[in-house]
């Protein structure tokens, strides 16, 4: 599929000199990519790189995955400016991608269907934009948030109904934006390794070993492998902690307590494993550039492991539960659906995409890292409700629990930090981390001097939010708490 | 069954629920060193290691003075007390760092080497809030590591609750706020209007480094650097995020609900809290 591709073809985690990523007209990146997607590719990325040679102009680049390839892909388009007739027309996993160029770089796509801003409106306040409107007599809008009746960040849901019975949901972000990927250009700064911890506090592993996964490929030179297996460890006990508390969440939302109060205890004691290797239940300080923050040594590890068999134990008979009870089985299963095809168009990942029976998982397609030489089965339920989400958790649970008791007693001889060389000038680094949520991407463009010229943060929210809209349609409004809590995204990882 | 399997469970694990306060706290993580020490005397002179190494530009030194440390601005990454080349700047391992005032997280200066610890809300509050106290939460830019922590505190390990301390739905039904996040320029309308929603007296705790002083992300122009550039803080909470034990003892601080005597005692004394 990737062997005709015109693209330049890269792998995970490494990097290209920008000269030799191939160059289009605008309308012609945009049928070469259009092209690329409907033979199979995905889109991860499409961002705009503001070009100073020619002042007021931008570069449309696209990085693209062919899942089945194990590859990756760039293509970019020559500088221009005002407009370019839009990607969103033929693919719609690109429509948010859009939005975000016209609204970073003032760049119009040509026939974007809605084109309305993504975070950052003339008043501060997202939900003051236009929405789509239902029109009829017996139609009324129910309008929620920003601020929400539990301990979570805020967003705006505006429903359409018909009575009970949603005929379209629309969401706007953006309360969350506190110019995370504004203020990279220039860096890193001395910052940005722990605004990278916080883009999404609760993903803290996954998006600190982006960025430096993307360091290192700029700088030549990868991480020593005893980080990289702290790394790849801190990942999953990342996973359990969030998996966990999420289905203790599902499990609230439909009024079943014994593993609602079982689950919210266990996150924590999975928080606390990692905190176990850096003081921190979120693994601050874990991931550094080239680097380890803190070793696993062999006695700690014993214990490490010796706890997380307890908890998953304990977590494997809460969850069980769920399975068991048939008042929960009637709130998840056909709640909340989703066709293969419309997550395949709408570009979902991680679980929400697994659960609808999509094979998708970066840590499979697109192993760099310890992942080249460990590796968890991808799991995969069809259905693309509720439960399979629900599922599909509950069996990653499993599975990373497989993982971290293999690789806690195997962990490579060596050093954990070198000195990481500076990175070169003029490249693109890409790398893809398979976070709780699915893929996060980072992209980074260096400058002649080897600064950040341009970089790319994307959560894997940002391709997510769109499919709960879309799970929304037909269903009943008093179905959105657990629908939301069954793809549980993030709003700051999405807003940046 | 899974009724019977449920309630036998259920006996079989007893109470789940931490002793504290009526017994120990619980130990914290061995590496998470806790609240700082800043021991401005022990300084060298024109040395500026630590004001250089510091992430949020939480350390300032101006010539000739001692190093000031803004506990409400650290992010906790010890760089600071790593660098040091005289150990002026230590972790305590002390879980309590909770403060009513800004000033009182500057550390450094002789006599404020540490944490002047949260008082307790004046009598009249206590009063009020002391054995009941409706929160409403609002993230405004937090990542949700803070978020997460203060739900933790929710769960059967933490049981909130039984202090008479309870996450509400509306800020109609709130004594108060707790805040997180710098407070991004897009959320400080509605964290105004929800302020402006809760019925007075009120109090506002602003929980870790991004609510109290901006965070990783302090300075930048899309957030405001905390929740006292909108509303009245009352507690503020150190951390990034704070230790759910952290916030739990700053809440439980300003309701005079700790004996710190008593806590410190290796045989606690049957409780009289409750």
């Known amino acids: 599929m990737s062997g005709a591709t015109p693209f330049a073809l890269l792998a995970n985690a490494t990097s290209i000199p920008w000269d030799e990523i191939p160059e289009w007209p605008a309308p012609d990146f945009v049928h070469a990519t259009a092209t690329e997607l409907d033979r199979g590719a995905r889109l991860c990325a499409w961002f705009g790189v503001p070009e100073e040679v020619t002042h007021g102009s931008t570069r449309l680049v696209a990085i693209l995955a062919y899942d089945a390839d194990n590859t990756l892909a760039a293509g970019r388009s020559l500088p221009f400016a005002g407009s370019y007739p839009a990607l969103t027309t033929t693919q719609t996993q690109a429509h948010l991608f859009e939005r975000e160029l016209w609204e970073q770089h003032g760049v119009m796509p040509e026939g974007h269907p809605w084109l309305k801003p993504v975070r950052r409106t003339a008043y501060d306040a997202p939900a003051d934009g236009p929405f789509f409107r239902v029109e009829g007599g017996e139609v009324h809008e129910v309008a929620v948030g920003p601020v929400h009746a539990g301990v979570i960040e805020p967003g705006h849901f505006r429903f359409q109904c018909a009575g009970e019975e949603v005929l379209h949901l629309e969401i706007a972000l953006g309360y969350q934006h506190r110019g995370a990927e504004r203020a990279l250009p220039g860096g890193p700064h001395r910052a940005t390794m722990f605004q990278m911890e916080t883009v999404a506090g609760d993903a803290t592993i996954a998006h600190a070993t982006a960025y430096a996964s993307v360091l290192e490929a700029l700088g030549g030179q990868e991480a020593p492998l005893r980080a990289q297996w702290l790394r790849a460890i801190a990942l999953e006990l990342e996973r359990l902690a969030n998996h966990t508390g999420d289905l203790g969440a599902l499990a609230n939302d439909v009024a079943f307590l014994p593993s609602a109060a079982a689950c919210g205890k266990l996150r924590g004691d999975f928080l606390n494993l990692t905190a176990m290797i850096c003081g921190n239940r979120f693994g601050r300080g874990i991931v550094r550039p080239g680097a380890s923050g803190h070793d696993l040594e062999a006695q700690r590890a014993a214990r490490l492991g010796a706890l997380l068999s307890i908890a998953l134990a304990d977590t494997e008979l809460a969850v069980s539960w769920l399975w068991d009870a048939p008042s929960v089985r009637a709130r998840f299963e056909n709640v909340g659906r989703l066709s293969p095809s419309q997550a395949a168009s709408l570009g979902l990942v991680g679980p929400s995409a697994r659960g609808c029976g999509l094979v998708r998982d970066v840590r499979y397609d697109h192993p760099a890292g310890w992942h080249r030489f460990a590796q968890a089965p991808v799991v995969v339920w069809p259905g693309g409700d509720v439960f399979a989400r629900a599922r599909v958790r509950s069996l990653e649970i499993q599975r990373s629990g497989e993982f971290l008791r293999e690789q806690l007693g195997n962990p490579p001889d060596g050093d954990d930090s070198e000195t990481l060389p500076e990175p070169v000038p003029d490249t693109l680094a890409v790398a893809l981390v398979e976070s709780w949520r699915g893929e996060v991407c980072h992209a980074a463009l260096t400058d002649a001097a080897g600064r950040f010229r341009r970089y790319k943060i994307i959560d894997p929210s940002f391709h997510n939010w769109t499919g709960l809209a879309m799970a929304m349609r037909g269903g009943a409004i008093s179905d959105f708490p657990v629908c939301n809590k069954s793809f549980n995204l993030s709003y700051c990882g999405f807003d940046l | ?274």
């Not at chain 2, 929710?154 to 008479?164: A, H």
């Open chain 2, 1 to 274: 069954m899974l009724a019977t399997d449920l309630l036998l469970y259920r006996l079989t694990r007893g109470i789940e629920t931490i002793a504290y306060p009526d017994g120990p706290a619980p130990t914290l993580p061995d590496r998470h060193g806790g609240a700082l020490r800043v021991d401005g005397a022990k300084c060298v002179d024109g040395c500026r290691e630590c004001v250089e190494v510091c992430p949020t530009e939480a350390i300032t030194r101006v010539d000739g003075g001692s190093v000031a440390l803004d506990l409400g601005r650290c992010i906790f990454c010890a760089a600071c007390v790593k660098t040091c080349p005289t150990g002026a700047i230590t972790q305590t391992g002390d879980h309590r760092m909770a403060a009513r005032e800004r000033r009182d997280l500057v550390l450094g200066e002789r006599g404020h080497e540490e944490v002047h610890l949260a008082a307790a809300l004046d009598e009249k509050l206590r009063r009020l809030f002391g054995r009941s106290l409706r929160l409403r939460q609002v993230s405004a830019g937090g990542c949700n590591g803070c978020e997460s922590d203060v739900n933790v505190l929710g769960t059967i390990g933490w049981d909130l609750s039984r202090f008479g301390i309870q996450f509400v739905a509306s800020p109609r039904h709130a004594d108060g706020l707790l805040i997180t996040g710098p407070v991004t320029n897009n959320m400080k309308l509605a964290l105004q209007k929800t302020w402006d929603a809760v019925p007075e007296p009120k109090i506002v705790i602003a929980v870790g480094a991004c609510a109290i002083a901006g965070g990783p992300f302090v300075g930048h122009p899309e957030v405001n650097d905390g929740a006292a550039s909108t509303v009245p803080v009352d507690l503020f909470i150190p951390g990034c995020p704070p230790h759910p034990l952290t916030i739990l003892d700053g809440l439980l601080r300003l309701l005079d609900r700790l004996d710190d005597r008593r806590l410190t005692n290796a045989r606690p004394e049957p409780a009289d809290i409750r």
